[in-house]
């Protein structure tokens, strides 16, 4: 059963670019790869998708290597309002399966 | 559009009574998600419909556990008897028709946070 790993926590600075990387080592041929990020006492709301390579969006980037067992998803820019947790989400084709990441802790300091 | 709409946003209630949560997804949208969300389990996902037929229902915890979908535009789930340790944030989320290569992008709604006692 695959699994996604990411860092429990990281702390950055206001307008630092910050990147999280989530380790999906099973993931398989047509898996895709989402990202959400959630405030207290909020659902997760969607932020990019990505299957292979960048993709690149309004608000943020999704690096995936050639061999997609990991992914980087980069924040240009932090400010306070980006303090969340943020998930990756590996997903099936058809939706056939579902591995939530545990989140990470972003907390943007002043 | 308003979003997906869940109720109850709370919910307090003792074990062994039945505890029906709610939701109304995105008009339009044709999949349905039901999630559990606790400090030591994280985020569960506990069945999905499709076109609201129940696709795969492996995350139910138990046969207390269960979920309908009787038309496009509502799904509950009900949990009997509850126990303590169902208490969480349980989220609904829903998904427009996205094709073969379409959109991951699930629409999440606020939450109904369960309290067993």
């Known amino acids: 059963l695959a699994k996604t790993t990411q860092p429990i926590s990281m702390d950055s600075y206001e307008g630092q670019e910050v990147n999280i990387t989530c380790s999906h080592n099973?993931?398989?041929?047509?898996?895709?790869i989402t990202w959400y990020q959630q405030f207290p006492s909020q659902g997760p709301r969607f932020i990019i998708q990505?299957?292979?390579t960048k993709v690149t969006n309004e608000v943020a980037s999704l690096f995936i290597p050639a061999d997609r067992k990991s992914s980087t998803l980069s924040l240009p820019r932090v400010s306070l309002s980006d303090t969340a947790v943020y998930y990756c989400l590996v997903v099936g084709y058809n939706f056939n399966k579902f591995y939530f990441g545990s989140g990470t802790k972003l907390n943007v300091k002043p | 559009d308003a979003g997906v709409i869940q109720s109850p946003r709370h919910e307090v209630t003792e074990m062994g009574q039945e505890v029906t949560l709610r939701c109304k997804p995105i008009s339009g949208h044709n999949s349905l998600f039901w999630y559990r969300q606790t400090m030591m389990r994280g985020l569960e996902l506990l069945i999905y419909?499709?076109?609201?037929?129940?696709?795969?229902d492996s995350g139910m915890p138990e046969d207390r556990f269960s979920a309908k979908m009787p038309n496009a535009s509502f799904s509950t789930l009900k949990i009997q008897p509850s126990e303590p340790r169902d208490s969480a944030v349980y989220f609904c989320?829903?998904?427009?028709?996205?094709?073969?290569?379409?959109?991951?992008?699930?629409?999440f709604g606020p939450g109904t946070r369960l309290t067993v006692t």
């Open positions: 419909f499709n076109n609201n037929v129940p696709i795969d």
């Open positions: 099973n993931i398989a041929t047509n898996d895709y």
């Open positions: 990505g299957y292979k």
């Open positions: 989320a829903s998904r427009q028709p996205g094709g073969d290569r379409g959109s991951y992008e699930q629409y």
